[in-house]
C-alpha cells in the first residue's frame, strides 16, 4: 500500500514556475515507478511526466518537453515535478501516481497502482 500527497499547486501567471511535490508513505518510494499526471476542467487525464525506479530514466510529454523536468529523492520519498515557463494550456489538476511493477517508466493512467488527490495549477493568462 502506497500513500501519494501532492503539494505545490497554485495560481502562477504565464512564464512563471512552479514546483509540485510528491510525499509518499507506506512503502519505500525505491520500490515504484512514478509519474506526474494533469487533468484539465472536461478532459481525460493524460500523462506528463515519468521516472523509473532509480531515476536514470525520464520520459516527457511533448507539450511539456524542455519546460518540465520530474526528479525523485528516494531518500527522502518523494518526487518532483519542476515546471518552467508554464502556458494557460498548462492549467489543470495534476497528480501523482506510483507503479510497483516496472523498472523503467509507464506513461499509461491504467499502469499505475496508486494515485494522490492531486494539486490544483492554474496559469493565468
Known amino acids: 500500500q502506497v500513500q501519494l500527497v501532492e503539494s505545490g499547486g497554485g495560481l502562477v501567471q504565464a512564464g512563471g514556475s512552479l514546483r509540485l511535490s510528491c510525499a509518499a508513505s507506506?512503502?519505500?518510494?525505491?520500490?515504484?515507478?512514478m509519474g506526474w499526471f494533469r487533468q484539465a476542467s472536461g478532459k481525460e487525464r493524460e500523462f506528463v511526466a515519468g521516472i523509473s525506479r532509480s531515476g536514470g530514466s525520464t520520459y516527457y510529454a511533448d507539450s511539456v518537453k524542455g519546460r518540465f523536468a520530474i526528479s525523485r529523492d528516494n531518500a527522502k520519498n518523494t518526487v518532483y515535478l519542476q515546471m518552467n515557463s508554464l502556458k494557460p494550456e498548462d492549467t489543470a489538476d495534476y497528480y501523482c501516481a506510483a507503479d510497483l511493477k516496472i523498472w523503467g517508466v509507464a506513461t499509461g493512467v491504467s499502469e499505475y497502482d496508486y494515485w494522490g488527490q492531486g494539486t490544483q495549477v492554474t496559469v493565468s493568462s
Open positions: 507506506g512503502s519505500t518510494l525505491s520500490m515504484c515507478a
